[in-house]
């Protein structure tokens, strides 16, 4: 974790908010294993129901773009090390845990949703969004954004496929009742 990252520092809040056990990883040394160096995770989160996440925080703005010609996409894209990395720590700590890619964005003041949009969390004066996706699933689905950077990215279509509120990793949904 990066605690000049405001992205990874709001995530924490929102863990705390929500009294979830997590372990923030300190970056500034680069991990190896087997001789090779992986790219550090961001937290590790112990939630109820056994739910056992390994972590990378992905900060994103939405709209994203240029202030004068503002994009709205819900970004997605990652570095292939990011991926690969993070699928190498779910597999390093067990069979029980499962490694997500958490996209937090950054809302415009302009950007309206609803106040029981899960996971929107408002933090020093910002508000973000909190989204995940399953790194397995990233990985299966991912294309190439960019050779050059080496960077990956999902379809729109798949995106939304595969894309969920990220307290849907820690706590199930209960369906809400339906009065008679």
């Known amino acids: 974790m990066d605690r000049s990252n405001h992205y990874e520092v709001a995530f924490e809040s929102y863990?705390?908010?929500h009294r979830l056990c997590y372990v923030a990883v300190d970056e500034t040394r680069r991990p190896v294993l087997e001789d090779e160096e992986v790219k550090s995770l961001d937290f590790i989160v112990f939630g109820p129901e056994d739910a056992r996440l390994v972590i990378d925080i992905k900060g994103r703005r939405f709209p994203g773009g240029p202030p004068r010609r503002p994009r709205p996409v819900w970004e997605c894209w990652s570095f292939r090390e990011d991926v690969t990395g993070?699928?190498?720590?779910?597999?390093?700590a067990g069979p029980s845990y499962r490694g997500l890619l958490?996209?937090?964005y950054?809302?415009?003041?302009?950007?309206?949703?609803?106040?029981?949009t899960p996971d929107l969390?408002?933090?020093r004066g910002r508000r973000y969004l909190f989204r995940a996706v399953d790194v397995g699933d990233y990985r299966d689905h991912m294309r190439i954004?960019?050779?050059s950077w080496d960077t990956v990215t999902?379809?729109?279509?798949d995106f939304r496929a595969l894309v969920r509120p990220f307290s849907d990793f820690v706590r199930p949904r209960v369906p809400e009742e339906v009065p008679f």
Do not use: G, I, M, N
């Open 154 to 157: 999902l379809t729109k279509a």
């Open 86 to 92: 993070l699928d190498r720590w779910a597999e390093l």
């Open 106 to 116: 950054s809302l415009h003041p302009s950007v309206e949703l609803a106040p029981a």
């Open 15 to 17: 863990l705390q908010d």
């Open 121 to 123: 969390y408002a933090w």
């Open 145 to 147: 954004r960019s050779p």
């Open 102 to 104: 958490v996209f937090a």
